[in-house]
């Protein structure tokens, strides 16, 4: 069973659409998040959510909108793409404990590969 | 702002040759986390240690911390072709992680 799973794989599309990318997870967490990992390897945190409510929003452009549903469903839609949003988008979720405000070790889809021409 | 600096950045050695990552970073932290990233693939947590444990095993992966120098140390024993990925050390900070830009570790046959 797939822990984190993310649709589609792969997104190549032009500049100036609109496109979503779906994040599911089956492990009971309560907290998920939206990474962006450039060309360089360079992993940066976009999003978090606890419980469906946002909780982190890293400096992000609003053509970024999340979406979560339930605790397990975590979407990110992109507005008016732009090429430097061409990156792999990875979601990610952890269990938040007790006391609240720890970290704890994170569990990450396979990433989305968005290209954009 | 990036919290965590790993060095190398890449890393060339035999198979059964031990590899050595280091981290540093900049603020006081709740952890550190490793993580390694097979091309192509998501992010697989290895460790994690908390700011007041000064080392860590498992398996053939030890891994230090001294807060006093804000470093760590990933060393990987005995490695295998399998081992090669990239290593990224995230610090925990409050309720979130922050990533490095990572070691490429490439096992030598």
């Known amino acids: 069973d797939t822990a984190v799973s993310q649709t589609p794989k792969y997104l190549v599309t032009q500049m100036g659409n609109d496109k979503s990318i779906k994040c599911e997870q089956n492990?009971?967490?309560?907290?998920m998040y939206w990474y962006k990992q450039d060309s360089k390897k360079f992993l940066k945190i976009m999003f978090s959510y606890n419980n469906k409510e946002l909780i982190i929003n890293e400096t992000v452009p609003n053509r970024f909108s999340p979406k979560s549903p339930d605790k397990a469903h975590l979407n990110l839609h992109i507005n008016s793409l732009e090429l430097g949003d061409s990156a792999v988008y990875f979601c990610?979720?952890?269990?938040?404990?007790?006391?609240?405000?720890?970290?704890?070790?994170?569990?990450f889809g396979p990433g989305t590969r968005l290209t954009v021409t | 702002s990036q919290q965590g600096e790993e060095d190398p950045q890449a890393l060339s050695i035999q198979e059964g040759e031990n590899a050595t990552m280091n981290c540093s970073y900049k603020t006081s932290i709740n952890n550190l986390q490793w993580y390694r990233q097979n091309s192509g693939r998501g992010l697989v947590h290895l460790i994690l240690?908390?700011?007041?444990?000064r080392e860590k095993h498992s398996g053939r992966l030890r891994v230090t911390l001294d807060t006093s120098k804000k470093s760590s140390s990933l060393l990987i024993t005995a490695s295998r072709a399998a081992d090669t990925a990239s290593y990224f050390c995230?610090?925990?900070?409050?309720?979130?992680?922050?990533f490095g830009k990572g070691t490429r570790l490439h096992i030598l046959p």
């Open positions: 995230a610090t925990g900070i409050y309720d979130k992680i922050i």
């Open positions: 492990l009971g967490h309560d907290t």
């Open positions: 240690i908390r700011s007041n444990e």
């Open positions: 990610a979720s952890s269990q938040v404990g007790i006391p609240s405000g720890s970290s704890y070790e994170q569990y």
